[in-house]
T-cell receptor
Framework: KAGVTQTPRYLIKTRGQQVTLSCSPI?????VSWYQQTPGQGLQFLFEYFSETQRNKGNFPGRFSGRQFSNSRSEMNVSTLELGDSALYLCASSLRSAGEQYFGPGTRLTVT | AQTVTQSQPEMSVQEAETVTLSCTYD???????LFWYKQPPSRQMILVIRQEAYKQQNATENRFSVNFQKAAKSFSLKISDSQLGDAAMYFC????????????FGTGTSLTVIP
């Protein structure tokens, strides 16, 4: 079974731009969670989607948003990018909400 | 607030020896789950082991085992017979039982395995 895939793997954007990251979960998994990983703050939870509904949201500004499609694929959008948004964005999928999470390789976002 | 603390930013171990990574957490919940994840330099996070808080028996997965002390809110990971492939960043994570998949991670411990 294929693992969690994330596209693109690397991205360079300029301050003020917006970006969309994509995550394809393991086949059959309905829960997708997003995390931001930085050297200073570590891994921080962004949000979780289950069956196309946002189930949980972390403490991030409204510039960070997401959605999930009927095939469980998820996208994360960051608008008005700031330098501090530079990070590794990890996506994790699980069979159900509150299940074991399987992580993707991440998208490395650099904001200049 | 739920917090997870890993007090050892870096650890090293000789190949074939045993090492223990520490983790403490703070919660007022009685039902929750604890995890150890490994993140090798390739950056793909891999689940190493999980522990349900309601289980008194410590979880074991081959060379990996935990020492779960619920009253002390401590959850350490023991790696026996360390191998070069164990070199990675290890993250301790906590998940309440009733908030979906919102994980709280520690800051990680970088493990070096010395040949």
């Amino acid at each position: 079974k294929a693992g969690v895939t994330q596209t693109p793997r690397y991205l360079i954007k300029t301050r003020g731009q917006q970006v969309t990251l994509s995550c394809s979960p393991i086949s059959g998994h309905r829960s997708v969670s997003w995390y931001q990983q930085t050297p200073g703050q570590g891994l921080q939870f962004l949000f979780e989607y289950f069956s196309e509904t946002q189930r949980n949201k972390g403490n991030f500004p409204g510039r960070f948003s997401g959605r999930q499609f009927s095939n469980s694929r998820s996208e994360m959008n960051v608008s008005t990018l700031e330098l501090g948004d530079s990070a590794l964005y990890l996506c994790a999928s699980s069979l159900r909400s509150a299940g074991e999470q399987y992580f993707g390789p991440g998208t490395r976002l650099t904001v200049t | 607030a739920q917090t997870v603390t890993q007090s050892q930013p870096e650890m090293s171990v000789q190949e074939a020896e045993t090492v223990t990574l520490s983790c403490t957490y703070d919660t007022s919940e009685s039902d929750y789950y604890l995890f150890w994840y490994k993140q090798p330099p390739s950056r793909q996070m891999i689940l190493v082991i999980r522990q349900e808080a309601y289980k008194q028996q410590n979880a074991t997965e081959n060379r990996f085992s935990v020492n779960f002390q619920k009253a002390a809110k401590s959850f350490s990971l023991k790696i026996s017979d360390s191998q070069l492939g164990d070199a990675a960043m290890y993250f301790c994570a906590y998940r309440p039982s009733n908030t979906g998949n919102q994980f709280y991670f520690g800051t990680g411990t970088s493990l070096t395995v010395i040949p």
